[in-house]
Nanobody, 121 residues
């Protein structure tokens, strides 16, 4: 009932920046938390950053001071500004939303297809 579409990934050199965007659509009643997760080759998917509907944020230690998450509730979008990128940031980045949608009254997790971020040294 909720579709999440990521955009903004690409290939950059170390030290450069990228801005990821995610747009949610569907039969949405409300979106509680939204976030970004990533999976690097050979690694498990890990949390990058989350943001609640009240704009409270949480960041993984390895991105604090470099990444900034934001959202626009009116547009149902979430963004991730990534600065000072490192080669170890190379991964597929996934958008996540905890939302009430469709015929369900409880909150459920929804995921996007992911966008590739590659950082060269």
């Amino acid at each position: 009932q909720v579709q999440l579409v990521e955009s903004g990934g690409g290939l950059v050199q170390a030290g450069e920046s990228l801005r990821l965007s995610c747009a949610a659509s569907g039969t949405i009643f409300s979106i509680n938390a939204m976030g970004w997760y990533r999976r690097a080759p050979g690694n498990q998917r890990e949390l990058v950053a989350t943001i609640t509907s009240g704009f409270n944020t949480n960041y993984a230690d390895f991105v604090k001071g470099r990444f900034t998450i934001s959202r626009n509730n009116a547009k149902n979008t979430v963004n991730l500004q990534m600065n000072s990128l490192k080669p170890e940031d190379t991964a597929v980045y996934y958008c996540n939303a905890v939302a009430k949608a469709g015929r369900w009254l409880d909150e459920r997790d929804y995921w996007g297809q992911g966008t590739q971020v590659t950082v060269s040294s």
